[in-house]
């Protein structure tokens, strides 16, 4: 959201920037070749746009830190590129009938860069002393519902769930769930800990450097647990803060991989033959995320719902996506991101862009035009990064009689003022769905979550049927049984519009065409990388 | 001269508090809460009090206000929210790298805009005064970001003679001379994109006040005596136009920290200016105050500096 702000700056300020049209083609050119045999050696150059700060990815949340971090841990599991959990420190995995007992088989021989022996004691004191405390989506989405993680031998860890819980193998790769060393931590404020700089992880990458704010120099562990791997000898990231600045670093080869295309560079990119570009809604920093538009419900004319169905057919999504987002990304259709296809319901009721109609709703609730053509008026309070869509909406309400104010304020400002002050008309926000709907969709339509809490409920939606389907959801056994109770969630939230999801925004990731395989949904980017 | 020393340092310390108590009141008002922001997009109540608990921000205000001063007159100026590791020790990581941006500044404009303007006012109304006016002007109106930006697209993407960002080479460079001239390659641009506006005020005083001098009488006197142009700018001209030329540059060297965050975002330049800016938007109260602190702290040695240089520069002036 930063790196937009910046964007939007340089992009005014730079006097010859050639108007590109928005990109209507998508390049998906992923990395070739599962024919080309990947050779040994060579460094990768990653640009990152946030200094990391410190090097513990299980005590935050925070994208910059991840980005960087994640390579030097494992997860239990790895999400491949579909979120599909596959082995990484655990090989095997075993799921109770009833839901309630997960049981994780570990990798023999795994070894922490300092030589000493990877057990399930330290799996079972990352979550109970790290996780559990300090790192805020598991915290939130497992303290309640954890009963007990058991450790029978070396390398075995049990979860028990108090009521069956379906969603656990999407929380604990090692975006959600890394796993840091007992015998580092063990005593510590993690928080404080001199390891947090110097840290010992599991991971492809052993930390060589830290130049703060500048440059963080990892190599290759050589007794890696994934045989063969990694391929780089060096993986370096580079604090550059501007997007634009990435762009150029890498068109001039001073970085390799930069996460994230101005829409200006993109057509520029897309027909450079030196790069690869591919592009994802996952992410370390958050996954199938949406741009969403927050009513709220307790302020009149809100409170009808004819009123914001009718915001729905006169705000025209397309425009958004190509004007603002360049074309990078997908209209918003229903409450669950449309890349989470098992979940997702294509069926929902639908909302065309029509004038006519919304004019129609308005109508016939009541609220009449003024004297001077004006129904209402409604205060759009925004971030920054917010600005053109909420430029682009007031266009789209003028002709309804609708005065839109535009308020856009600093991302810390514009978040306390519809999260916890609670005032405001409409209020946006990207809130990303994660893996699975239970870590990112939940929190934004039950009636447990409002309260003074950031990208929580806050249009203050009330509905016991939806509270009711998201504990069935995620206690159900099996994914059809889930998928039925979050097609139903969906039938309902897109009839009452609590909120508004206008885009799907997707992240193009572009690199040097000599690099192959980076994960670039993931956060282990370089483990299998390699250079030509 | 120790004396007035001590005084101006014992001066400081009460503006010192003040600044102090003035941030703390300062950052606290602003919106947005620090562990709010920290919970990200995962946070609930119960880690938000954990982490207020933990950064003793469940307090009362005064009483966290006494603790911060309690604290800082020993030493202790708390630890980053986002970095969770002692404010010094932040600062000081960054410090080498804003100094070296910002003198390297100050020196190279402060010198070239002396002979710039030493030269123009020597060719008072001809062509090359003219140019180097006009020049002054559009430098002096340009904003920052925009001159580093174009700086950037021509010399760095478009010839290719420098490097588009950072203080050195991501892929490693042998340390000695190769390290050194990398260095220096990554100084050019962000250094002239600094030092331009000091570089347009510094050349503008320096010709409007050399112009006044070259008329006095002394002046003619010297070149009476024989001595060459050069020789009369350097030994008796310039330095009675010193004066407000130190002025600018004490003043300038005061605001180090913050003069420098727009550039060094532009070019990636890991100093101050841009853990000024990262503090700000993630509140980062600690670091925050800590970095209000050592502004300040520079702000006033610079004043005191400027104040001894006069001394040096003009005999008549004594310090009281």
């Given at each position: 959201m930063l790196r937009r702000i910046l964007v939007f700056g340089t992009a005014l300020a730079v006097v010859f920037g050639a108007c590109t049209a928005p990109a209507t083609t998508s390049r998906s050119n992923s990395a070739a070749t599962a024919t080309a045999t990947p050779k040994r050696g060579g460094t990768l150059v990653v640009a990152a746009s946030v200094d990391p700060g410190q090097l513990n990815p299980a005590i935050t949340t925070a994208g910059g830190t991840h980005f960087v971090a994640d390579n030097l841990y494992n997860g239990l599991v790895f999400l491949d590129k579909d979120l599909n959990p596959k082995p990484d420190l655990a090989d095997s995995w075993?799921?109770?009938?009833?839901?309630?007992?997960?049981?994780?088989?570990?990798?023999?021989?795994?070894?922490?860069?300092?030589?000493?022996?990877?057990?399930?004691?330290?799996?079972?004191?990352?979550?109970?002393?790290?996780?559990?405390?300090?790192?805020?989506?598991?915290?939130?989405?497992?303290?309640?519902?954890?009963?007990?993680?058991?450790?029978?031998?070396?390398?075995?860890?049990?979860?028990?769930?108090?009521?069956?819980?379906?969603?656990?193998?999407?929380?604990?790769?090692?975006?959600?769930?890394?796993?840091?060393?007992?015998?580092?931590?063990?005593?510590?404020?993690?928080?404080?800990?001199?390891?947090?700089?110097?840290?010992?992880?599991?991971?492809?990458?052993?930390?060589?450097?830290?130049?703060?704010?500048?440059?963080?120099?990892?190599?290759?562990?050589?007794?890696?647990?994934?045989?063969?791997?990694?391929?780089?000898?060096?993986?370096?990231?580079?604090?550059?803060?501007?997007?634009?600045?990435?762009?150029?670093?890498?068109?001039?080869?001073?970085?390799?991989?930069?996460?994230?295309?101005?829409?200006?560079?993109?057509?520029?990119?897309?027909?450079?033959?030196?790069?690869?570009?591919?592009?994802?809604?996952?992410?370390?920093?958050?996954?199938?995320?949406?741009?969403?538009?927050?009513?709220?419900?307790?302020?009149?004319?809100?409170?009808?719902?004819?009123?914001?169905?009718?915001?729905?057919?006169?705000?025209?999504?397309?425009?958004?996506?190509?004007?603002?987002?360049?074309?990078?990304?997908?209209?918003?259709?229903?409450?669950?991101?449309?890349?989470?296809?098992?979940?997702?319901?294509?069926?929902?009721?639908?909302?065309?862009?029509?004038?006519?109609?919304?004019?129609?709703?308005?109508?016939?609730?009541?609220?009449?035009?003024?004297?001077?053509?004006?129904?209402?008026?409604?205060?759009?309070?925004?971030?920054?990064?917010?600005?053109?869509?909420?430029?682009?909406?007031?266009?789209?309400?003028?002709?309804?009689?609708?005065?839109?104010?535009?308020?856009?304020?600093?991302?810390?400002?514009?978040?306390?003022?519809?999260?916890?002050?609670?005032?405001?008309?409409?209020?946006?926000?990207?809130?990303?769905?994660?893996?699975?709907?239970?870590?990112?969709?939940?929190?934004?339509?039950?009636?447990?979550?409002?309260?003074?809490?950031?990208?929580?409920?806050?249009?203050?939606?009330?509905?016991?049927?939806?509270?009711?389907?998201?504990?069935?959801?995620?206690?159900?056994?099996?994914?059809?049984?889930?998928?039925?109770?979050?097609?139903?969630?969906?039938?309902?939230?897109?009839?009452?519009?609590?909120?508004?999801?206008?885009?799907?925004?997707?992240?193009?990731r572009v690199w040097s065409a000599k690099y192959h395989d980076p994960y670039y949904w993931s956060g282990n980017l370089a483990e299998a990388v390699w250079r030509d | 001269m120790t004396r007035y020393l001590i005084r101006r340092l014992l001066e400081a310390v009460p503006l010192l508090l003040g600044v102090i108590a003035l941030t703390f009141v300062l950052v606290h008002a602003a919106p947005g809460d620090p562990v709010r922001i920290l919970g990200g997009d995962g946070g609930d109540e119960a880690y938000y009090a954990t982490m207020r608990a933990k950064f003793g921000l469940d307090r009362p205000l005064p009483e966290q206000l006494v603790i911060y001063f309690g604290s800082a007159l020993h030493g202790d100026f708390g630890y980053s929210y986002v970095q969770r590791r002692p404010v010094f020790d932040v600062i000081a990581d960054r410090i080498p790298a804003t100094a070296l941006l910002m003198l390297t500044a100050l020196a190279v404009s402060t010198l070239l805009g002396l002979w710039l303007g030493a030269v123009a006012a020597r060719r008072a109304d001809t062509p090359p005064d003219h140019a180097i006016t006009i020049a002054t002007l559009v430098g002096a109106a340009m904003p920052a970001f925009w001159l580093g930006q174009v700086l950037v697209l021509v010399f760095a993407a478009g010839l290719g003679w420098l490097p588009v960002q950072g203080m050195t080479s991501a892929r490693g460079v042998a340390p000695g001379f190769d390290a050194a001239i990398d260095l220096v390659r990554h100084l050019v641009l962000p250094v002239a994109t600094l030092g331009f506006l000091q570089l347009a005020l510094i050349t503008r005083i320096t010709r409007n006040g050399l112009i006044d001098v070259l008329h006095e009488e002394y002046i003619r006197t010297a070149y009476a005596k024989g001595l060459t142009p050069a020789t009369v700018v350097r030994r008796h001209a310039l330095r009675n136009v010193l004066l407000p030329v130190v002025t600018i540059v004490g003043s300038h060297f005061g605001t180090l920290l913050t003069g420098a965050v727009l550039t060094e975002i532009i070019f990636a330049w890991p100093g101050l200016g841009r853990l000024l800016f990262d503090a700000t938007t993630s509140r980062d109260y600690p670091l925050l105050m800590a970095m209000f602190l050592v502004a300040s702290l520079s702000v006033i040695v610079a004043n005191l500096l400027t104040d001894i240089a006069y001394t040096a520069l003009d005999p008549r002036v004594r310090l009281t």
């Open positions: 075993t799921i109770s009938s009833d839901s309630k007992t997960y049981t994780f088989k570990l990798h023999p021989g795994v070894k922490w860069h300092d030589g000493v022996a990877f057990t399930s004691a330290d799996v079972k004191f990352t979550f109970e002393q790290v996780l559990l405390k300090y790192h805020s989506r598991t915290k939130s989405g497992l303290e309640s519902v954890l009963a007990g993680i058991d450790t029978p031998d070396d390398n075995t860890v049990v979860f028990r769930f108090k009521t069956p819980y379906g969603p656990l193998l999407q929380r604990v790769d090692v975006v959600e769930a890394p796993i840091v060393a007992k015998h580092i931590y063990e005593g510590q404020d993690p928080t404080k800990a001199d390891a947090n700089l110097k840290p010992v992880g599991t991971g492809p990458f052993k930390l060589a450097e830290y130049v703060k704010g500048d440059t963080i120099r990892m190599v290759r562990n050589p007794d890696y647990f994934k045989k063969g791997l990694p391929y780089l000898d060096e993986l370096v990231f580079k604090v550059i803060p501007q997007a634009a600045t990435q762009i150029l670093a890498l068109e001039r080869g001073e970085v390799d991989f930069v996460s994230g295309i101005p829409g200006p560079d993109f057509s520029r990119l897309q027909q450079n033959s030196a790069m690869t570009i591919a592009r994802s809604g996952a992410g370390s920093g958050g996954s199938f995320c949406n741009t969403t538009l927050i009513y709220n419900l307790s302020r009149p004319p809100l409170d009808k719902v004819e009123v914001r169905q009718a915001l729905a057919y006169a705000i025209d999504r397309q425009q958004i996506l190509d004007q603002v987002y360049f074309g990078q990304g997908k209209v918003g259709t229903s409450a669950i991101n449309s890349s989470l296809g098992w979940a997702y319901n294509p069926n929902v009721a639908k909302y065309p862009l029509d004038p006519v109609k919304a004019n129609a709703l308005l109508d016939s609730a009541g609220l009449t035009r003024g004297g001077n053509g004006i129904r209402f008026k409604l205060e759009f309070v925004h971030a920054t990064s917010f600005a053109k869509v909420g430029e682009l909406m007031k266009q789209n309400l003028a002709p309804l009689g609708i005065d839109l104010t535009l308020t856009p304020l600093e991302v810390n400002a514009a978040n306390d003022r519809t999260f916890v002050a609670k005032n405001f008309d409409i209020g946006s926000a990207s809130y990303c769905n994660g893996p699975d709907p239970e870590i990112g969709v939940r929190r934004v339509y039950v009636s447990s979550n409002i309260g003074p809490i950031l990208f929580s409920n806050g249009a203050g939606y009330k509905n016991a049927r939806v509270d009711t389907l998201f504990d069935q959801a995620a206690a159900a056994a099996d994914k059809a049984e889930r998928a039925k109770a979050y097609f139903e969630i969906q039938d309902i939230v897109n009839r009452d519009i609590p909120d508004w999801n206008l885009v799907e925004t997707e992240g193009y | -």
